[in-house]
T-cell receptor, first 114, second 110 residues
Framework: NAGVMQNPRHLVRRRGQEARLRCSPM?????VYWYRQLPEEGLKFMVYLQKENIIDESGMPKERFSAEFPKEGPSILRIQQVVRGDSAAYFCASSPSRQIAEAFFGQGTRLTVV | GNSVTQMEGPVTLSEEAFLTINCTYT??????LFWYVQYPGEGLQLLLKATKADDKGSNKGFEATYRKETTSFHLEKGSVQVSDSAVYFCALSDDYKLSFGAGTTVTVRA
């Protein structure tokens, strides 16, 4: 059973471009969480999705950021018109239930905005 | 709201030294507590967890005890190795959401 797969591992975007980050959960996991790690800080919750539904997006910036978890395919975190402040590591986790204690994290995508 | 405060780093130790990383929390209710580890260039891995007061989590020689009276979950290891060099994060869960501390960078020298 492969772990949580995130790609790309590293992503460089120019200011104003779009960034699309992918997360394939572990087999049998229908709950996905996205976290952001800014430099020198701990991880901050962004959004919680359960197949085709956004359960909690209270940690997402109100503009430019969106997330989806379609019936088929990976979860996508989309950042439109990126700015330098979006540079961070973005981690995805998946679990078979809403019990975060059962979640596994991916290796993260490091986004650099130049 | 919920929050986690952990000892600031960086921490530099010699091999076989004793490691303690302090972690205290503020929470409503009865959260579960976790320690995650992030090795260089890698993602987060769950190191250990405790789900109720007085529980002790342990893994790879690391231990932490859930102390409700002091709202603490300090991480300890009796004899560190170079391979323990990593960033350690204390966290608590509120239902499906994790709140993390800022992380403590630990470097173990041979």
């Amino acid at each position: 059973n492969a772990g949580v797969m995130q790609n790309p591992r590293h992503l460089v975007r120019r200011r104003g471009q779009e960034a699309r980050l992918r997360c394939s959960p572990m087999k049998g996991h229908s709950h996905v969480y996205w976290y952001r790690q800014l430099p020198e800080e701990g991880l901050k919750f962004m959004v919680y999705l359960q197949k085709e539904n956004i359960i909690d997006e209270s940690g997402m910036p109100k503009e430019r950021f969106s997330a989806e978890f379609p019936k088929e395919g990976p979860s996508i975190l989309r950042i439109q018109q990126v700015v330098r402040g979006d540079s961070a590591a973005y981690f995805c986790a998946s679990s078979p239930s809403r019990q975060i204690a059962e979640a596994f994290f991916g290796q993260g995508t490091r986004l650099t905005v130049v | 709201g919920n929050s986690v405060t952990q000892m600031e780093g960086p921490v530099t130790l010699s091999e076989e030294a004793f490691l303690t990383i302090n972690c205290t929390y503020t929470a409503t209710g009865y959260p579960s507590l976790f320690w995650y580890v992030q090795y260089p260039g890698e993602g987060l891995q769950l190191l250990l967890k405790a789900t109720k007061a007085d529980d002790k989590g342990s893994n790879k020689g690391f231990e932490a005890t859930y102390r409700k009276e002091t709202t603490s979950f300090h991480l300890e290891k009796g004899s560190v190795q170079v391979s323990d060099s990593a960033v350690y994060f204390c966290a608590l869960s509120d239902d499906y959401k994790l709140s993390f501390g800022a992380g403590t960078t630990v470097t173990v020298r041979a």
